[in-house]
Structure formats: structure tokens, C-alpha cells
């Protein structure tokens, strides 16, 4: 984990080292006027997770905000007074060189902007303003042919990783909150590269996100505060988790969102992206149909609901609030996910017992012996497992899969199987029409829904934040 006190000279030593060769490359290839090599360099890092570790780097010192937010100057210690101790001067070592090293990832990040900055100019694009009216720290842009002015000029044809460095200016811009505090646009809470003692911190380290749904020789996940604001000029502070590369201040968090700026809120109390709300919102709804039963003993029955996808524990807290008489089985691939979900988001200890951390494939065969069609094992299943890039992880995009959760869902009418597709939406929604309508071998009436955000709220095709893939045994 990133902090201060993770931060050994060995560590520091090597980051240092590799910002400064990461700056020596740039340099040489913008000074001959090899533009082409240069974004390929700064392109190749920043796949790498290099603006998150160096953000660390930046954001890990104290800022003093009457001093346009410099690190806070180190007092000079006189080496002839006895009453300064070992102690002492140890800790004023220490802060003269995170802020060497605050300073190094400073400069790296502005040479990277530079990089995009020089590719944006070959497009035609000349910036014209430091400050954007609306963005702290953005930048304004003019094409030097059409006129055009704009603050995200040609996004829809640059990838994510250019995007991400011309969002650098946001980024590196420090503010001051209403108690004084050193606020970013994105505060690194929380940082990981690599497994166990094999963490490297480094910022040439390729960057994967495979876990125990595959192998993987590196692993990154951080937990990043955003502060964002809504159409009504609010601002709130959003605390997500990613894992995998971060690919800037617009990207999806792992298993949704917190809002930190409200101190006395609880995790669960509410939802904030429309995936996760209308995850619950099924949930519950299936919920109360279930209670409808003319049964006396299925009223008398708790919910099972199993969620495949702890994430940050936003939407598991929030079923165990607000759904009555729930029964939960959580399932989660990646012990480190528990943990930070623990930490950073207050997850309830109490709800510890409801996790399992195992391969999601191997805990659905494992409820599903030979090829009966097992029933009456959960009313409601959610599958919320897409990685940083909204992807669908490709080790789960089979039939057997598939067909193992619609067999383990109760015979209630309306019991539902509600998947969080990602970008991934025609692959998840063959597989689940084609397992609701052959369960083991067995032919059924089953059918398949796919709900998409901008069909049911005041939005365009693109942008279709939102998807999710439901199905049942029988019809709707």
C-alpha cells in the first residue's frame, strides 16, 4: 500500500529514478523533434498506471494553503544543539525527501501534459487559455483552421490514455475546502501495485486486472476520492474503487460509489449510480412479490438474495437495510477487495459473515452438482463483476456459467437473475437468453429483459451509462 510510512528510501530511490528516466525520454524525443516516439513512450506508462502512482507521489506531502499550496518547508535543524534528537532529525530527513519526491512527480506529470499538449498542436489545436471558467485547472483550446474553441478537443477520437494526460492540469491543481483543507481533483486514498511482498510501486510495472479470475504478473488497485458535481452546481466527494488501470476522472468504480463529503452518512444509506439502484430496486420489488406468496410458509421465508461482486459494499449494505427478512451470500474473487472494502468504506463487520472470498465460476458449479437443475436456492441473483474499463470478465463469458446461476434460482415466479454487462452487452445477453430457455438440458419458458439507462431517463443512445441483462425461469 502507498503512504508515507510504506515509503522506504528503497522505494522512493526507485520511484524517483524512474520519473526521472521517464523525463530524460521524453525530453530526448521532443528535443528531436520525434513527437510519434514520444506519445508512444508517455502512452505505454500511462497504460502502466503511472498517473495514479505519481499522483501518490505528488499528493503524499503536506501542502501549506497560504503558500500557494508548497509543501510545508522543512525547519532548519542546527546541528550543535543538543536538544534536537535522533528522532528528530530522522523525521525531517524523511520530509526533505518525500518532498524531493513530491517535487520529481510534479515535474514528470507536467512533462507527460506536454507530450499531449505537442500532439493536440499537431491536430491543430493551440491552447489559449491557463484557466478554464468552468474546470479548476482546464485548459482552453482553438483550432487554428475552423475557429473552433472547446476544453476537450477531438476526445472522441483520442483514447483513454491521451485523454488522461490532457486531463493533467485538472488533476495537479490543488484547492482549499471550507475548513482549510488541501483538496484534489482526484485524492489517492489508497494505492496497490502488485501482490503480497511482490509490490512494486513502480511506474514501469505493466498494469493488469485478472485476480482470481485468471493470472495476472501484476495487479493495481486504488481507491480515489473525485470530487464531482451535478447539474445543479453541487459538488460532492466520491469515493470509488478501481482496479485495474484508472483511466481519469470520468472512469466506472468497481462496484459503484460513496459520497465522503457528508461525514455523518452511513455506507448504505444511499445509492449513487443508476446501475446499483436499480440493482436494489429489483431486488426489493422481487422481494416484496416473493411476500405476496399465497403460501403462508414462503411469507414466512426469508429473501436470498447472492451477490456475486462485494465492490466497495455499497449495495450489499443497502439490501441489508431496506431489504426486509433478507437472507445475503456475497461472493468476492479478491481477499484484497474485502479489506479495502472494510477500511475505506466502513463496510460493517457485521456483515463480514456473509462473505466468501472464492472464484465466482467455482462457487456457482459448486452449487450445482452433475446436471440437475438444482432450484429454490436464491429468489434473487446479481452478478456486479466489471473491471475498471466496464468490461465483463472474459473468463466468465460461457454458457456453463451462465446455466449454472439460472439453475440455482428459486421456481418463485419472481425469481430473477440481474447481471451488470458492461460494455459487454450482446456477449452477457446470448448467454443469459440462451440459459433461461435450457436449464440442464430441460427446455423452459424463461425470458430475457435488457434495461438501458437511456431509455429510461432523459438521455441519448450515447450516453448509455447504464445496462442491466435480467431474466427469469418463466415469463415476465
Known amino acids: ?23 530524460a525520454s521524453l525530453r530526448d524525443k521532443m528535443d528531436g523533434g520525434d513527437l510519434p516516439s514520444a506519445v508512444e513512450i508517455a502512452e505505454r506508462y ?18 501549506d494553503v497560504d503558500n500557494d499550496f508548497r509543501p510545508v518547508s522543512v525547519a532548519s535543524v542546527d546541528d550543535g544543539d543538543d536538544d534536537v534528537d535522533k528522532t528528530s532529525a530522522h523525521q525531517q530527513h524523511q520530509l526533505m525527501t518525500l518532498n524531493k519526491m513530491a517535487d520529481i512527480a510534479l515535474l514528470t506529470l507536467s512533462d507527460l501534459y506536454d507530450v ?20 479548476s485547472g482546464g485548459i482552453v483550446y482553438e483550432h487554428d483552421e475552423t475557429g473552433e474553441v472547446s476544453e476537450e478537443p477531438d476526445y472522441e477520437v483520442l483514447n483513454w490514455r491521451m485523454r488522461l494526460m490532457l486531463s493533467i492540469p485538472i488533476l495537479i491543481q490543488p484547492g482549499c475546502d471550507a475548513d482549510g483543507r488541501v483538496v484534489w481533483a482526484a485524492s489517492v486514498v489508497y494505492y496497490r501495485h502488485g501482490y503480497g511482498e511482490e509490490e512494486q510501486f513502480g511506474l514501469e510495472t505493466p498494469c493488469s486486472e485478472q485476480t482470481a479470475l485468471g493470472s495476472a504478473s501484476s495487479y493495481c488497485v486504488s481507491v480515489i476520492d473525485v470530487l464531482k458535481s451535478d447539474e445543479d452546481g453541487q459538488s460532492a ?36 449510480s443508476w446501475t446499483e439502484t436499480t440493482l436494489a430496486g429489483l431486488s426489493v420489488t422481487n422481494n416484496k412479490r416473493s411476500a405476496s406468496s399465497s403460501s403462508e410458509n414462503e411469507k414466512d421465508s426469508a429473501a436470498r438474495i447472492l451477490v456475486i461482486g462485494l465492490g466497495c459494499g455499497q449495495l450489499v449494505s443497502f439490501l441489508r437495510n431496506h431489504v426486509d427478512n433478507a437472507e445475503l451470500r456475497v461472493i ?17 463487520p457485521s456483515l463480514l459473515c456473509c462473505v466468501s472470498v472464492v472464484d465466482p465460476s467455482e462457487f456457482v458449479k459448486s452449487q450445482c452438482p452433475g446436471d ?20 465483463f470478465p472474459h473468463l466468465l463469458l460461457n454458457d456453463d456459467f451462465f446455466n449454472d446461476l439460472i439453475s440455482i434460482l428459486s421456481n418463485h415466479p419472481a425469481a430473477t437473475l440481474l447481471v451488470n454487462p458492461g460494455k459487454d452487452v450482446e456477449a452477457v445477453s446470448l448467454l443469459v437468453d440462451r440459459a433461461c430457455k435450457s436449464i440442464k438440458g430441460k427446455k423452459y419458458s424463461g425470458q430475457m429483459l435488457v434495461l438501458r439507462e437511456h431509455l429510461l431517463r432523459d438521455h441519448t443512445a450515447s450516453d448509455d451509462e447504464g445496462v442491466i441483462v435480467a431474466a427469469r425461469r418463466r415469463e415476465w
Not at 474473487?333 to 460493517?348: C, G, K, L, N, Q
Not at 440437475?372 to 468490461?391: E, W
Open 1 to 23: 500500500m502507498f503512504t508515507t510510512t510504506s515509503c522506504t528510501p528503497t522505494i522512493i530511490t526507485r520511484l524517483c529514478s524512474q520519473a526521472e528516466l521517464l523525463r
Open 46 to 63: 500511462v497504460g502502466n498506471d503511472c498517473i495514479v502512482a505519481l499522483l501518490a507521489m505528488v499528493q503524499c506531502v503536506e501542502r
Open 116 to 135: 499531449g499538449e505537442s500532439h493536440l498542436k499537431s491536430r491543430g489545436w493551440i491552447p489559449i487559455y491557463d484557466q478554464s471558467p468552468t474546470v
Open 237 to 272: 466527494r466520491l469515493r470509488g474503487t478501481y482496479r485495474g488501470c484508472w483511466r481519469g476522472l470520468y472512469a466506472e468504480a468497481v462496484g459503484g460509489e460513496m459520497d465522503m463529503t457528508n461525514t455523518s452518512s452511513s455506507i448504505g444509506q444511499v445509492l449513487e
Open 332 to 348: 468476492e474473487s479478491s481477499r484484497s477487495m474485502v479489506d479495502i472494502a472494510t477500511e475505506y468504506f466502513h463496510f460493517p
Open 372 to 391: 440437475q437443475d438444482v432450484g429454490d436456492l436464491f429468489d434473487t441473483v446479481i452478478v456486479n463483476v466489471c473491471s475498471v474499463d466496464d468490461t
